[in-house]
């Protein structure tokens, strides 16, 4: 697999100087045109080397070089700051901010192609001498509902309540703006929520603004929560931040756990692939099958089939209902759970803010809810040491 480069300019023109050059060398090349889309894109991709120019509008090249360094996910990514100052004092000044090499423009492409050769042989060779370290790679975990009222946010918060208690550090996200069901369910408020992060500046979305922003149910459970405002609803925010906040939660959390709302939104298309597993919530009725068949479909189409997992939710006993074996025939999915109607136990649940897992530990729902933890848990042992998707 090539070497990732992502270059950092706000001239389009040099960007795709440098790109071209850098392609016909072999890299694979990223780019980014703002300090805040650099620190975002850094994250989640985790480039080899990063080539930051220092004059940029909204946030310069130093003081970007300074937030990588910062922060545990990028600290250790090489940096080539580039950039027409000629002073000592400017070289000065991007070594001091962490640079690893510094080049003026214009520069000849052959002298920025040795320079990009030797930081990154530098780079391996730290890498192959370090001291060998067992680093587990902490997991997604991603639920949808077939549509809206199947119980999604019910089935996200007893699994991340089972996980706790298997002695896991799961925490729970809620994107569903304006319809928190995760600050309902276990009655947390706080004024740092999910909005506040989402409609803030990219470049304050890191490891520690997210965990300040967590509320702790009384179990201990952590929760980066929506509000239940309509207000909250109409709130605007980029890829960018839903992406770096699932990235930081991936960090702290073990497993990291996104109640992802009801259907197929661009939100949720956009995150899937950050997702190691998807759980796809139906009830056994026409209506709520024939949506998910859909949504499967898309998934399916969109190249996330290999994770996504079958839960199905009853909330009512009926006759009428389809089996589990028409299920899996018309979803071409195998079930992953099947969780028992319980409506009077999951309304005490909602009462007392206190989720079925721990308000009757023995009853047989909250004993599949353990059960279905524990597969996922399982599934978060395969990922951490490299296993599969399925």
């Excluded at 937030?67 to 545990?72: D, E, K, V």
């Excluded at 080539?80 to 520069?107: H, N, Q, R, S, W």
């Excluded at 040795?114 to 391996?124: D, E, F, G, P, Q």
């Amino acid at each position: 697999m090539p070497e990732k480069i992502l270059i950092v300019d706000d001239d389009v023109d040099s960007l795709k100087l440098i790109g071209l050059m850098l392609q016909r060398h072999g890299y694979e090349v990223a780019a980014a045109n703002s300090g805040g889309q650099a620190l975002a894109k850094a994250e989640a991709e985790h480039p080899n080397l990063i080539i930051l120019d220092v004059m940029m509008p909204d946030m310069n090249g130093l003081e970007v070089c300074r937030r990588l360094r910062a922060n545990a996910a990028t600290n250790e990514i090489p940096i080539i700051m580039f950039t027409a100052k000629t002073l000592i004092d400017d070289k000065v000044k991007g070594f001091e901010a962490g640079a690893d090499d510094y080049l003026t423009k214009p520069t000849h492409p052959a002298e920025l192609a040795s320079r990009v050769k030797a930081i990154l042989a530098r780079s391996t060779t730290k890498q192959e001498t370090a001291q060998p370290t067992t680093r587990a790679r902490n997991t997604t975990i991603g639920f949808i509902g077939a549509k809206g009222g199947v119980g999604t946010t019910s089935v996200a918060v007893n699994v991340a309540c089972g996980l706790l208690q298997m002695g896991e550090n799961p925490i729970l996200a809620d994107f569903r703006l304006g319809q928190g069901g995760i600050s309902v369910a276990l009655g947390l408020i706080r004024t740092q929520t999910m909005s506040r992060l989402l409609s803030g500046s990219l470049a304050d979305i890191t490891p520690k603004t997210v965990e300040n922003s967590l509320s702790t149910h009384q179990s201990g459970l952590r929760a980066l929560v929506s509000s239940i405002s309509p207000k909250e609803a109409h709130i605007k925010f980029s890829d960018e931040h839903a992406l770096a906040i699932v990235n930081n939660l991936r960090a702290i959390a073990k497993p990291a756990i996104f109640d992802l709302g009801s259907g197929y939104s661009p939100l949720t298309a956009k995150l899937l692939p950050e997702m190691d597993k998807v759980i796809l919530v139906v009830e056994p009725n026409s209506m709520a099958l024939s949506m998910a068949r859909e949504i499967v479909k898309q998934i399916d189409e969109d190249g996330g089939g290999s994770r996504l997992s079958v839960v199905i939710l009853s909330r009512a006993q009926s006759s009428l209902q389809t089996s589990w074996q028409e299920v899996e025939s018309m979803l071409s999915r195998e079930i992953k759970a099947i969780i028992s109607a319980a409506p009077e136990l999951a309304f005490q649940a909602v009462e007392s803010k206190n989720p079925i897992i721990f308000l009757q530990p023995n009853s047989v729902v909250a004993g599949q809810f353990v059960k279905l933890a524990e597969s996922l848990k399982t599934k978060i042992k395969s990922i951490a040491g490299g296993g599969g998707n399925n």
